[in-house]
């Protein structure tokens, strides 16, 4: 799964990535937009897909880092269809007035769980989300998501 700067979602299986000698070129994974980046890369297993949740964090690239906490919102995976590789995804967040860009996301198997720079627990939204839809202010910067390893 590859997730972009302009919240672009992409994931196929990795049967549609061919294998590649040490003199290859590589192959091309998702299709960016001018001035956009990958944020996000993730493999998961297939038998972690059903329990898969995406969380993305939307904020604007005018501020302070850390000084905006934004506004994240937590979708399941299996709202987001397939593409072919190369292509450019489907949208993962819409932003609001005055976000121009996600500054996290992160794709795993859910519950997904916050912590800001001192390791202490931030709250992320419910889950459920819509997949194009527009994220919840949060209350303080989130600096890693992940999954509880409980």
Do not use: C, N, Y
Request: hydrophobic share 45%.
């Amino acid at each position: 799964m590859f997730v972009t700067s302009d919240a672009q979602l992409l994931h196929f299986p990795a049967s549609a990535v061919r294998p590649q000698g040490f003199a290859a070129g590589g192959m091309a994974g998702i299709k960016l937009a001018p001035g956009a980046r990958v944020i996000s890369f993730t493999v998961l297993p297939p038998a972690d897909l059903d329990a898969a949740v995406v969380v993305t964090v939307a904020a604007t690239d005018d501020t302070l880092l850390g000084a905006d906490p934004g506004a994240a919102k937590v979708s399941d995976f299996s709202e987001f269809p397939g593409k072919g590789r190369a292509t450019g995804g489907v949208r993962a967040h819409r932003f609001l007035k005055g976000q121009d860009g996600l500054s996290s996301a992160w794709v795993g198997p859910g519950p997904a769980h916050a912590t800001g720079a001192d390791g202490s627990v931030r709250a992320l939204p419910e889950g459920g989300a819509k997949r194009d839809g527009s994220g919840v202010q949060l209350e303080a910067v989130v600096h890693a998501i992940g999954r509880s390893i409980r």
